[in-house]
């Protein structure tokens, strides 16, 4: 992964509700991640994705790329549809995040992926937090998105 100089700070985002949520889903649309870099870890009860993600925030130019990570606390298991799972090296691209509302504070967590696939997970409450963790590089290409 090539390295620059930072053109702004790292973003850091937490979410506590669904309208945070919302503000996390737009920082990640167009984020790609590879299957193996998606984890839960049922002890501590995470569901941890290490991601590029498109910087939508920064105005202007060709667009960047960031490390980044998201991690979800307080999951209580989750499942995928058209994941291949058994595949660590294939591409996975967010498309967005939503919640659906269960027993009051918890839920089902949904990351919608490209190519009609998406991650589930049962959720106690939202707790995500969302950090920057490198610096910035020239992405190859903005994202694009077919009109409806």
């Not at 498309?95 to 269960?102: C, D, E, N, W």
């Amino acid at each position: 992964m090539p390295t620059g100089a930072p053109t702004s700070r790292p973003l850091r985002l937490l979410a506590r509700d669904e309208e945070d949520l919302t503000v996390l889903s737009a920082a990640l649309q167009d984020s790609v991640a590879r299957v193996g870099d998606v984890r839960f870890d049922p002890k501590a009860r995470t569901l941890t994705l290490a991601l590029n993600r498109y910087r939508w925030e920064q105005a202007g130019g060709a667009g960047e790329r960031v490390r980044a990570v998201l991690q979800f606390g307080g999951v209580l298991g989750v499942r995928s549809r058209n994941v291949r799972r058994d595949q660590g090296d294939a591409v996975i691209s967010v498309l967005s995040l939503g919640f659906a509302p269960g027993e009051p504070p918890g839920g089902v967590l949904t990351v919608t992926l490209a190519g009609d696939g998406d991650l589930q997970a049962d959720i106690e409450c939202i707790d995500a937090v969302l950090s920057d963790v490198s610096d910035s590089w020239p992405a190859r290409a903005a994202p694009k998105h077919e009109e409806p």
